[in-house]
């Protein structure tokens, strides 16, 4: 369709996206309060989920936490919180039944393909 979106297509695509980050954000509140994850594991994963994956790739800072430490700021850590945005997405797809069908399923295949380049691409990262 050459990059041109219908306005049912951009009104599903923010519905989709709105019913996600309020998952993510449930699932968030259900990790800290349950004090099984660090203070950087928890901070890194709200500054993903609130603004997006390609945030992690473009600001490093966001995975300081208040004592300036970066630890956490690994390809490893960040294919553990690929895989839970791909969970939470996957789920949230699944709700909305008109939007999760064969034909305007979410390639997850592309986007870790795409997630895989930006991993190597990007220097700050260890």
Partial sequence: NGGVTSHYEQDRDVHAYALWKRRAWQACDMMMTSKRTSVQY???????WANHTQCAFQNPIIFKNT????????KKFLTML???YRAISER????????????????????????????????HIT
């Fill in 92 to 123: 949230c797809m699944e709700e909305l039944h008109y939007y999760y069908d064969s034909s305007s399923k979410i390639n997850y295949y592309n986007q870790d393909q795409m997630f895989q380049e930006q991993l190597q691409d990007t220097k």
């Fill in 82 to 84: 690929w895989i839970h």
């Fill in 67 to 74: 004592n300036g430490d970066t630890y956490h700021n690994t």
């Fill in 42 to 48: 928890e901070s890194a994963i709200l500054a993903i």
